[in-house]
């Protein structure tokens, strides 16, 4: 199986990470009470818009593509700040940020995923590199913040999206689909499953033992 | 000093990676209180199988060998989802599990120090990726279910162990042994130390002032 | 633009990875509440030391340099048992160590801002390459501490005055001086910042949205 990295538009890449700084810091400012200051709320923005892609660099053995330029920092730094400044605007807009930032979750987990294909790498550790881009920024910002990581908690289907997707776009690659149409359609599925979640309440079950399942019994 | 990489059999490898992540989840499973969902519990015992070796292979600046093939991550996640559900049996097993999983302590390290060789690093650092490639998983597990690292604590020579494991190996082949030997020995060590301390609970001093030790008083 | 990476004599840059775990391991001795062992204590001593030298090289690429020689961690892990050891002696002396550790931020930055250049990195992740090897050591100390990172809390301008001594430095080099000098007016500005910080208790201001500042009201 071969495939080449899709390779977007650079200023769709840094919308993508402009809307994961601004998210990332909008949530640190919910935390008032660690006594956060304006540069903490930089680094946890900036983490959270670049942790994906410099964890899926350094997992593929390149120098961080967010390093190659000067323009991701500067976009991921500057959105941390607006964030931080504009909450009581975006708090407002929570419904489109909502959908923008299942849109990212799917670009960036189609980015990693075939930029791992294109690495040579196998199906499986291709959607675990994409997942991780897509999700790893979250991650990121939730070891900074000393905080559990959000995603593995009873909550809202955030990294299995991810992961439908890029299984979807793995497979259709597998069997030869031109890697920009698979991009699209994996895409696509992690923006939908992840969009209906939110709307629906969809969650995981927690975890547990199976022998605490409900078993049948033997009408007595 | 010249040494090669000791190649195992993969099924020996998977075996260590599945073992490493059913442990991981049913650790992840004993925190109820933390709401953990299905996904959480899988993220949590892959992280503890291939954390290891993942960060052993970003160190040495390559490819994580978990990622160039498509069993580590499927061995991982269904190790960690069996662990979740049949942790009641599991549980009955504690001593088995013990015995394995220091087997595993020991067979990383070995791996990790050889591999480290291989790649032409000194001793002293040759050591220092041993012991993360032996001890890395459990402490991405802590990191990620944002608990202070285990192995810092007053505690059963997790670290200890693997550490002296893979100072014999190296020293061993610094003069001149087969890196085969040195690593059975190694592991050997390793394995002895590791359940010599859960036996007998050796721990560690905690860490304390010397002006706070007893000191000699002058008969008056 | 092009640069060089400045090369700093061993005995240098061992003294500041020693004043690194120092200070780390001083750091970790006063949670005696967590029950921290001897190596726990090294451990984060060790990462304090070495952590932004490793997380830099690891961003460009390549095996850290901490991993290419023995002396490395040997100082790290000696330098942290001493800290641990002589706490009552090194904490008279804390003025003294602050002046160091300012001068260690300095060089730190420095290297790493210009081995990032070197490697043919853009200005701006260069500055970052250079925080990330000043203050990476403190943050890893503080995740594996399981605390937020405390840089990002409102304090004495550490990661400020890395990023304004890089920033200095980079601007100096995009204008044609010579690494050298630019690396040490970097480090000067570095030093300068952060210790009239510390003497004048200066801090940044504290994460706010813009509408919760006060507003001019009209007469009435």
């Given amino acids: 199986m071969s495939a080449t990295a899709i390779s977007i538009p650079l200023w769709a890449d840094l919308s993508a990470v402009a809307l994961g700084s601004l ?8 935390f008032r009470d660690r006594r956060i200051d304006l540069l903490g709320v930089a680094i946890v923005g900036t983490a959270a818009g670049l942790g994906g892609g410099i964890l ?14 000067n323009w991701y920092l500067l976009v991921a730094v500057l959105a941390s700040l607006l964030g931080m400044l504009l909450q009581r ?6 419904a ?22 294109a690495f040579g790498l196998p199906e499986i ?17 939730d ?6 990581i959000a995603m593995m908690h ?5 990294a299995v ?21 698979a991009g699209i359609v994996g895409t696509v599925v992690t923006v939908v499953i992840r969009l209906l979640a939110v709307r629906f309440g969809w969650t995981l079950p927690e975890q547990r033992a199976l022998s605490r399942l409900p078993r049948w019994r033997r009408p007595r």
Same sequence: chains 1, 2, 3.
Avoid: H
């Fill in 23 to 30: 998210q990332g810091a909008l949530f640190a400012s919910t």
């Fill in 56 to 69: 899926r660099d350094v997992l593929l053995g390149v120098i961080p593509r967010a390093l190659e330029s």
């Fill in 89 to 94: 605007i975006f708090s407002r807009l929570a």
């Fill in 96 to 117: 489109l940020i909502t959908v923008l930032d299942a849109l990212t979750l799917g670009v960036y987990g189609a980015i990693g995923a075939t930029k791992a294909l």
């Fill in 125 to 141: 550790p291709a959607i675990f590199v994409g997942v991780v881009a897509a999700v790893g920024g979250s991650v990121m910002r």
């Fill in 143 to 148: 070891v900074l913040m000393n905080l559990t």
């Fill in 154 to 158: 009873v909550g809202s289907l955030y």
């Fill in 161 to 181: 999206a991810a992961g439908a997707g890029t299984i979807v776009l793995v497979a259709m690659v597998a069997v030869g689909t031109p890697t920009l149409a």
